[in-house]
């Protein structure tokens, strides 16, 4: 899958696979130590994710509804207490939205975003749950075509990789 970005997602919202085109929208997630390679702590301890999604809070209320998911599906899961124990120390906002209990399954929705290279852009985004209890969901983003959100795509897919060299989102250490 080479025209819009996508990534695969597992239990503790761990990011186990992606696209150059996802490399080139959210930063190389390959110069991550694996461990780090996790929307939560992305979203919650990486200054560079509060700069890129315009609606920051409501990113991270999906993403704490994603760990709230998966606590449900499978309680006492020590991984899991110990990502949500380590983003309560560290973000006064994760404890505060944790303690809400909020779980929903969002399947598809928009995203808006503020990418260092190419400016706002507004993407729909699906999600597509693997057969079984993997917990792993396959989710894509798409601009709607013959649109300015669809020029600044094309642009991020002609720079690939080097969109992070020139400027896109950097992960902080």
């Given amino acids: 899958m080479t025209g819009v970005p996508a990534c695969v997602i597992g239990s ?18 390959s110069q991550l130590p694996a461990r780090e390679r996790n929307w939560a702590r992305l979203i919650f301890l990486d200054p560079g994710y509060r700069d890129l999604f315009v609606d920051w809070e409501h990113k991270a209320s999906e993403v704490v509804s994603y760990l709230w998911m998966d606590a449900g599906r499978h309680p ?7 990502l949500v124990g ?28 503020h990418h260092p290279l190419v400016g ?3 993407l729909s985004f699906e999600s597509f749950r693997a057969a079984g209890d993997s917990g792993q969901v396959l989710i894509t983003f798409h601009a709607e075509p013959h649109t300015p959100c669809a020029e600044a795509m094309h642009m ?3 720079w690939g990789a080097d969109a992070t060299a ?3 989102v950097e992960h902080s250490d």
């Fill in 156 to 158: 991020l897919a002609s």
């Fill in 86 to 113: 380590e983003l309560s120390v560290k973000s006064e906002e994760f404890r505060r939205i944790w303690a809400r209990h909020e779980v929903q399954n969002k399947g598809f929705g928009v995203k808006r975003m």
């Fill in 166 to 168: 020139a400027g896109a």
């Fill in 120 to 122: 706002e852009i507004t």
């Fill in 12 to 29: 503790h919202a761990d990011i186990l696979a992606w696209n150059g085109m996802a490399a080139a929208l959210f930063g190389d997630w």
């Fill in 76 to 82: 006492g899961d020590l991984q899991l207490s110990a």
